[in-house]
């Protein structure tokens, strides 16, 4: 189990101290001690910071080259460093790139301080970069560790994947992916083998993408649950609050990390790579729906009528999708309206969502019409629910109205403003369905108001279908309230 340091970024030695005792009172195992942060550092202040932290701690100089703010160079950063190696720090941390010659004069030197040879990459680069600085590392110290920004989350899954292999080697290092898509080089820092992991102080985080220290050590409890949502982009997920909420009202321990997979980067290695780091479910959003149906070893029935999966569920070996949409569209249609045989339906859009929509307005039996920009997506989607489809231009230029319409287009959503309602196409009586979420009122949910139709936004399908997918993932009920409550939060 890796050992949870918390960085402390104090400009006292007196302020370190108490912070010192603060992370240990959290569960901390040990403390680094940033050097670089102290006010006027000089090299008579170590033997005093050691007196002052009453446990085992790692001693950081960081360079400003390594993002730290330390500017001592060549042999004054050397004395200070070896002045570390001689003041009774349990380990002391030196840098592969700027500390070099040191390094090579100190290996193989008797002492009871360890060293951990850090490398610090300012941008994200290619595994075998990594892997190559992780070795060279390994050669000059005690522990070697690595740490890259990650932008996506292929790239932090490549770091995971390192860290499988050195620890199969049974090698001693840390590997650590910053910001929030590295952030599951963190949450299974026990899975790959990292010996050390980094956490902070609420609100001191000294890297991006720490976890405070709290955080950080129940996620190495063996019960955690982490769930992710694989999309393109996923930095603004209302599912990742609305989650947590859920998981908090069980007291449960776990997270929902967004992971942000661009086009063409979500593939079956991917989803192997998740399942064995310890994911135990996982949710789909624009633009993979698709392809995760085609990955999956079985589809329930949700996912096989519609094509797309927005959940997957990891049973055993096997790889189960389902589309919790379906059930998110049908709990917010109850209530609001009957549907009949004889009840006109209007299908605007017809992409990912709309075959959940366009699903669930069959099996009731409604008389469904398809518009989208795109005719042929209409055709087919009309042919696959028995729907009848109709061009934009065409439809815009009758007179015809309906008694349910549901926009599935984002027009409407923030940063996307206008309608895709012709105000004719509702009417007194009608019910109009947005199911964008953000904003809660959209342009086209007024239009459909002042022409005396009920409007209602798709809040409640967000909240159903991520309850739904709670279900599948864990067997238990979720505090659906509490998710409603988070999600709205978010959304403010
Ligand atoms: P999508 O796959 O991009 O599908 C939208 C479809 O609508 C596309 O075929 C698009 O054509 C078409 N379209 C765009 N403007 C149109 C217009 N004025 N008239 C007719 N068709 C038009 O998107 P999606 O995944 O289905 O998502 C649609 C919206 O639903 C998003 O805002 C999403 O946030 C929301 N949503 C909500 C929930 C919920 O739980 N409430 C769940 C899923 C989705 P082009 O591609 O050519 O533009």
């Given at each position: 189990?890796?050992?949870?340091?918390?960085?402390?970024?104090?400009?006292?030695?007196?302020?370190?101290?108490?912070?010192?005792?603060?992370?240990?009172?959290?569960?901390?195992?040990?403390?680094?001690?940033?050097?670089?942060?102290?006010?006027?550092?000089?090299?008579?202040?170590?033997?005093?910071?050691?007196?002052?932290?009453?446990?085992?701690?790692?001693?950081?100089?960081?360079?400003?080259?390594?993002?730290?703010?330390?500017?001592?160079?060549?042999?004054?950063?050397?004395?200070?460093?070896?002045?570390?190696?001689?003041?009774?720090?349990?380990?002391?941390?030196?840098?592969?790139?700027?500390?070099?010659?040191?390094?090579?004069?100190?290996?193989?030197?008797?002492?009871?301080?360890?060293?951990?040879?850090?490398?610090?990459?300012?941008?994200?680069?290619?595994?075998?970069?990594?892997?190559k600085r992780?070795?060279?590392?390994?050669?000059?110290?005690?522990?070697?560790?690595?740490?890259?920004?990650?932008?996506?989350?292929?790239?932090?899954?490549?770091?995971?994947?390192?860290?499988?292999k050195f620890s199969r080697l049974k090698k001693r290092f840390v590997i650590i992916g910053m910001g929030l898509q590295g952030q599951l080089t963190r949450v299974f820092a026990d899975r790959m083998g990292s010996e050390l992991v980094y956490a902070c102080l609420p609100g001191k985080e000294a890297a991006p993408g720490q976890m405070d220290v709290e955080a950080q050590t129940s996620m190495l409890e063996g019960s955690r649950k982490v769930f992710g949502l694989i999309g393109h982009p996923v930095s603004h997920s209302v599912s990742k609050p609305m989650q947590e909420a859920a998981l908090k009202h069980l007291s449960l321990r776990g997270m929902y990390l967004p992971l942000d997979f661009p086009p063409r980067e979500f593939d079956g290695n991917a989803l192997r790579a998740l399942k064995n780091l310890g994911f135990k479910g996982l949710n789909v959003t624009i633009p993979h729906k698709g392809s995760a149906f085609k990955l999956c070893d079985r589809n329930g029935e949700s996912a096989t009528a519609t094509r797309a999966v927005n959940t997957i569920n990891f049973v055993g070996k096997t790889v189960v999708g389902e589309n919790t949409d379906v059930i998110g569209f049908s709990r917010l249609l109850d209530g609001k309206t009957t549907i009949t045989r004889n009840t006109n339906a209007l299908l605007i859009g017809a992409g990912g969502a709309a075959r959940a929509v366009a699903y669930v307005l069959s099996e009731r039996k409604a008389r469904l019409t398809?518009?989208?920009?795109?005719?042929?997506?209409?055709?087919?989607?009309?042919?696959?629910?028995?729907?009848?489809?109709?061009?934009?231009?065409?439809?815009?230029?009758?007179?015809?109205?309906?008694?349910?319409?549901?926009?599935?287009?984002?027009?409407?959503?923030?940063?996307?403003?206008?309608?895709?309602?012709?105000?004719?196409?509702?009417?007194?009586?009608?019910?109009?369905?947005?199911?964008?979420?953000?904003?809660?009122?959209?342009?086209?949910?007024?239009?459909?108001?002042?022409?005396?139709?009920?409007?209602?936004?798709?809040?409640?399908?967000l909240v159903q279908q991520g309850a739904e997918s709670f279900r599948i993932w864990t067997g238990l009920e979720p505090g659906v309230e509490a998710m409603r409550a988070a999600a709205g939060r978010a959304l403010l």
């Open positions: 189990m890796p050992l949870v340091v918390a960085s402390l970024v104090e400009g006292s030695i007196s302020g370190a101290s108490d912070s010192s005792k603060a992370a240990f009172r959290a569960g901390a195992d040990l403390v680094e001690l940033r050097l670089d942060h102290l006010e006027g550092f000089n090299v008579g202040m170590t033997r005093d910071a050691r007196r002052e932290i009453l446990g085992p701690t790692i001693a950081t100089l960081r360079s400003k080259g390594q993002g730290g703010r330390s500017g001592l160079a060549g042999s004054r950063r050397e004395d200070a460093l070896k002045e570390l190696l001689e003041s009774d720090f349990e380990y002391v941390d030196l840098e592969l790139e700027t500390d070099r010659s040191l390094l090579r004069k100190n290996r193989g030197a008797e002492s009871e301080t360890q060293t951990i040879v850090s490398s610090h990459f300012p941008r994200p680069v290619p595994r075998d970069v990594v892997e992780l070795v060279e590392a390994m050669t000059l110290g005690d522990i070697a560790k690595v740490a890259m920004p990650c932008e996506s989350a292929p790239q932090a899954l490549d770091l995971a994947q390192l860290g499988l398809i518009i989208d920009i795109e005719k042929g997506r209409a055709d087919e989607l009309a042919k696959t629910f028995g729907a009848v489809s109709v061009s934009v231009k065409k439809l815009w230029k009758s007179d015809r109205s309906f008694d349910l319409v549901v926009n599935c287009t984002p027009v409407g959503m923030k940063g996307m403003a206008g309608t895709p309602l012709k105000a004719g196409f509702v009417g007194p009586g009608s019910v109009f369905i947005d199911i964008i979420y953000n904003p809660p009122v959209t342009k086209a949910m007024e239009v459909a108001a002042s022409r005396g139709g009920k409007a209602y936004g798709g809040l409640e399908m």
